[in-house]
């Protein structure tokens, strides 16, 4: 079991600061996120695309403000978790017991919630008889790619996963690629060697299609597809492969007991702390009158979430306000000399 | 102000008057109409305001965004009359605008 004096749940910029934040004021802290990689939303939805709205940067990318706000981390030594989604929070004494779904638990008087519009997960077919071939035949990332050897693979998608798994996996194995418009949202040069082995019949390139449903006892045999035009076919698969981004869910923060509005969290705006006690929202996730949804929000209401922790970590001593800029204590725990 | 006309998958109806200047998604969502998540809050950032527009209305509002029909790829049953709201601008043009909404957007 971890203990520490604050737990954030959600890498991304808000996550980020907040954790800064509590290590200013000289509180631990640990970080889980669902996704495998640090930077949530901004990483994940726009890593490429510029922000023009962050105070004092005139413009950055997604990737560019992650890797500066980890910058900004690395005098502290702050341990991440990642690819593990909280599943549990339980009161138990005054203390939150927090269980991920990799089975780690941590024991913490204050949780933070910086998880934007909750955990992403893999969209879906829609077709209901897939679920049955769900994590056999019917998969939506790859582990282990050695078990496509010498089987035909059906991939469905249009963007750089779908295309880069289809020019990986042609290598060993025979390829259907089916995409629901004849444009392609990957990188040029991957688009172009996919025509280009679809020319040459290595790939069975098929556009403006989807799935319309899946055949198998067991596992997958058969598929039908459709296209623009009604007009359905059937092909033969070991394995379908779905790759359509990724889409965000509530998940289990929907059953902690807090106040919920629509997919958003109720916190005061003093603390940020929801109907739970030591239990704080900040960022997307949460919601309050004038609430926005920018950024610098949730720098912002995780800094007065930090401050909030202080009192329930540190219950004998007193939270002083201080500067960076003139505060010797704030100093030595940047690792930076004083004047 | 345009009359908007939302249509659930369930065949629900809600008819609601938007201001001109506004998406057909903010319109969804200021009227409480369901089925309209909108988790990026208009910012093509997800694809959870998808709607289906019939033909006779599908030339008549504004063209697809750049990288709409990436965010579309990504909806859930996108079709060829697939449109993200938060990209359609409401306008006295498109008064009577009827949207059909898909079976759930997540």
């Known amino acids: ?339 | 102000m345009a009359k908007i006309t939302y249509i659930e998958n369930n065949g629900k109806s809600h008819t609601v008057e938007v201001a001109e200047g506004l998406t057909v998604m903010e319109g969804a969502v200021q009227n409480n109409v369901p089925g309209i998540d909108a988790d990026c809050g208009g910012g093509m950032a997800c694809a959870t305001c998808h709607v289906y527009v019939k033909d006779e209305w599908f030339d008549k509002i504004n063209k697809k965004s750049e990288g709409e029909d990436d965010m579309i790829d990504q909806a859930y049953e996108p079709k060829k009359n697939s449109r993200l709201s938060c990209q359609i601008q409401v306008s006295p043009e498109i008064d009577g605008l009827e949207v059909h909404l898909p079976v759930k957007q997540v």
């Open chain 1, 1 to 339: 079991m971890i203990k520490t004096d604050a737990l954030i749940i959600g890498a991304g910029p808000t996550g980020l600061f907040t954790a800064h934040q509590l290590k200013l004021i000289g509180l631990d802290c640990e970080i889980v996120d669902n996704l495998d990689k640090i930077g949530g939303q901004c990483i994940e939805l726009y890593p490429d695309k510029p922000i023009y709205d962050i105070p004092a940067i005139p413009e950055c990318t997604g990737e560019e403000l992650t890797n500066n706000l980890l910058e900004q981390l690395k005098p502290f030594n702050i341990k991440f978790h990642l690819g593990e989604r909280v599943d549990e929070l339980k009161k138990d004494n005054e203390k939150w017991k927090v269980k991920t779904s990799k089975g780690t638990v941590f024991e913490t008087p204050n949780v933070i919630i910086a998880g934007g519009v909750g955990s992403f997960e893999p969209r879906k077919f829609p077709t209901k008889e897939c679920e049955q071939f769900e994590n056999k035949t019917i998969l939506y990332s790859i582990k282990d790619k050695k078990i496509f050897d010498g089987k035909t693979v059906s991939i469905f998608g249009g963007g750089d996963s779908a295309l880069d798994w289809a020019l990986e996996l042609s290598k060993t194995s025979k390829i259907n690629l089916i995409h629901r418009r004849d444009e392609f949202r990957a990188a040029q040069a991957t688009v172009d060697k996919i025509k280009e082995l679809s020319n040459a019949g290595k790939i069975n390139l098929i556009t403006n299609s989807q799935l319309k449903t899946v055949f198998g006892n067991g596992k997958l045999e058969e598929i039908e597809i459709e296209n623009d035009n009604k007009e359905t076919k059937k092909l033969k698969t070991d394995f379908a492969l779905g790759f359509f981004g990724l889409i965000m869910q509530l998940g289990p923060i929907a059953n902690w007991g807090l106040n919920l509005n629509k997919k958003t969290v109720e916190v005061d705006t003093e603390k940020f702390e929801t109907n739970q006690k030591g239990i704080y929202a900040v960022g997307d996730i949460c919601n309050y009158p004038g609430k926005l949804k920018l950024i610098l929000s949730g720098f912002h209401e995780g800094a007065l979430a930090a401050r909030a922790c202080f009192k329930l970590a540190r219950p004998n001593e007193k939270y002083r306000f201080e500067f960076t800029t003139s505060s010797k204590t704030i100093k030595n725990r940047l690792g930076v000399k004083s004047d």
